[in-house]
């Protein structure tokens, strides 16, 4: 399985985009960045996934670099409620999937 | 609600004392997991069920043993519990296995366990 390194702790302002990287330097071919996060020791939610191309939803940006060693989440518009725990995680494509392990994430703390 | 239940939702042993959480899924999911998270820490994987009848260990099986005798049903027993394992259990559970990477996983809301 591919490690991530992602930083401890970040801030961002009410209202202002909020980037958080993870790092993945060995990183698979066949390997999905996948972002969760866990709001208030509540069950981990999905947030975005993507191979290699940058993706959207209506809760957030997923940036790759081209060489895939690198991600960042972007959320465009952070609240208070986006104060959580975001994880970022290496999910294999297709037969080779089963063990799944999270880090430590990053606690996002969004202020007024 | 389609989804992951857990129970129970919280439970006090004494040390000892055996136990078993379950984890139930109505989506027809292949794969399962079960995690601890002590105050503070991320998720850290015990064991996980590739599909019924099937286990395996993850980062932090010991002290814990699992089956998956139903597809939808995965337990996590504990013969002999200690205080080391005071946490909150998470649930979770996913298809798996989809050629584009659509593998979602679906967490439980958590089993908070407190051994004394």
């Known amino acids: 399985d591919a490690k991530t390194t992602q930083p401890p702790s970040m801030d961002c302002a009410e209202g202002r985009a909020a980037n958080l990287p993870c790092n993945h330097s060995?990183?698979?071919?066949?390997?999905?960045v996948y972002w969760y996060r866990q709001i208030h020791s509540q069950g981990p939610q999905y947030i975005i996934h993507?191979?290699?191309n940058n993706e959207t939803n209506e809760m957030a940006s997923l940036i790759i670099t081209e060489d895939r060693k690198s991600s960042t989440l972007i959320l465009p518009h952070a609240t208070l409620r986006d104060t959580a725990v975001y994880y970022c995680?290496?999910?294999?494509?297709?037969?080779?999937?089963?063990?799944?392990?999270f880090g430590q994430g990053t606690i996002l703390t969004v202020h007024p | 609600n389609a989804g992951v239940t857990q129970t129970p939702k919280f439970r006090v042993l004494k040390t000892g004392q055996s136990m078993t959480l379950l984890c139930a899924q109505d989506?027809?999911?292949?794969?399962m997991y079960w995690y601890r998270q002590d105050p503070g820490m991320g998720l850290r994987l015990i064991h996980y069920?590739?599909?019924?009848?099937?286990?395996a260990k993850g980062e932090v099986p010991d002290g814990y043993n699992v089956s998956r005798l139903k597809k939808q049903n995965f337990l996590l027993g504990l013969e002999s519990a200690a205080p080391s394992q005071t946490s909150v259990y998470f649930c979770?559970?996913?298809?798996?296995?989809?050629?584009?990477?659509?593998?979602?996983?679906?967490f439980g809301a958590g089993s908070r366990l407190t051994v004394l």
């Open positions: 995680i290496m999910v294999p494509g297709g037969t080779s999937y089963g063990k799944l392990t």
């Open positions: 989506m027809n999911h292949e794969y």
């Open positions: 979770a559970s996913t298809r798996g296995g989809s050629p584009s990477g659509a593998n979602v996983l679906t």
């Open positions: 060995t990183i698979s071919g066949n390997e999905y």
């Open positions: 069920s590739v599909g019924e009848g099937t286990t």
């Open positions: 993507g191979l290699k």
